[in-house]
């Protein structure tokens, strides 16, 4: 078993029913210190009945999301907590407001995943000056000293495994991704998107995957034909999935209307990539004289896996919203009773003002052959969903 899967279940092992009880406990009766950023003094030795935690989610546009919110309201409401969740619609003054709004109903603890990491910075200093720590959920909350810790995926690997499963998809490396030696006589044409340009994540992605793509392209394997390389020209505002269906649609026009062909697109969500691949299907691809090019993807949601499974989308990255759910839940009763949450990073996640400290999950490359055994046999999705 892989050590990352190892590591998660004990952290989900550990994050269950009277376990977790019995931990939250331990760390009450230790009496750690508190948290960076907030105190968590005051509610230590507080039954969690009488402590409320606000979540504050970026939207329920994407599966992700709502299975993220559910899955840590259920973790808390199960140890007693009362629970604030708020989805935002991708609309940054609602985030501010319901936030705004939680501070004001006097909330023990804050779990946000922000839709623009730049835009929190009044209510992360009304958090603070409250005393109420925040946990910045997946996306880094930016420019803010009150950012207590951050949970996430290691965002540059996730990135590496989209690179790398074009790759493969490609056949510029074999299964196990070993280079395969191609040496195509012209490169094969690929073109890159990036996710939204106020999302911290999103440059961790692009730079993952452009740090295994660009060897390739230096060394004539590959080639962006378009010459939209860099970060800020190829984003994807959002994350849209319209937006990168008309990117797409703009570059076949612009780009292969010589009769040259789409061998490879980096997408880096399964909702851009359906977007992709339409505009791709009105272009002609998706035939077997014309086979859709290698697509990408991020998230394993439904819709991206069907698609997987029909032979459309290559591949997508799991990302086990259980796993950073609980992960969010336990560091939130860490800093709830006195204690001091785990985090296994204080280096990488800057965010302008200080490095926030960290608890970073693996994710996993999913293609046609692991859905089963890597989605479905862990009951992340079911069959019925899926197929
Ligand atoms: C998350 C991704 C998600 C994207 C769009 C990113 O911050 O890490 O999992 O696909 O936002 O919602």
Known sequence: MPES??????????????????????????????????????TAGKDPSELTIGIAMPTKSSERWIKDGQNI?????????????????????????????MITQGVNLLIIAPIDGTALSGQLDSAGEAGIPVISYDRLIR????????????????????????????????ADGNDAGKSPATPYNIEVFGGSPDDNNAPFFFNGAMDVIQPYIDSGVLAIKSGQTDFNTVATMRWDAATAQSRMDNLITSTYSDGSRVDG?????????????????????GTSAQPYPTVTGQDAEIAGI???????????????????????GQMAVAILTGGEPEVNDTETY??????????????????????????IDTGYVTEDEVK
């Open 5 to 42: 899967h190892t590591l998660q279940m004990s952290r989900r092992q550990i994050f269950t029913g009277g376990a977790l009880a019995a931990s939250a406990l331990a760390l009450a009766a230790c009496g750690g210190p508190g948290a960076t950023g907030g105190s968590g003094s005051d």
């Open 73 to 101: 309201r259920t973790q808390l409401e199960e140890l007693g907590y009362n629970v604030n969740l708020q989805f935002a619609e991708d609309d940054i003054p609602t985030q501010t407001n319901q936030i705004d709004n």
């Open 143 to 174: 420019d803010n000293e009150n950012v207590s810790y951050y949970t996430s995926f290691d965002n540059y690997d996730v990135g590496t495994q989209m690179g790398t499963s074009l790759l493969i998809g490609m056949g510029v490396l074999d």
């Open 265 to 285: 697109v980096l997408s880096p969500l399964d909702s851009m990539s359906i977007g992709i691949l339409g505009a791709l299907k009105g272009a002609g691809y």
């Open 306 to 328: 069907k698609s997987i499974l029909a032979g459309e989308q290559y591949s997508t990255i799991f990302k086990d919203t259980r796993a950073l759910a609980d992960a969010a």
């Open 350 to 375: 800057d965010n302008g003002v200080k490095v926030v400290p960290s608890y970073l999950l693996k994710s996993e490359i999913i293609t046609k052959d692991n859905v089963q055994t890597s989605l």
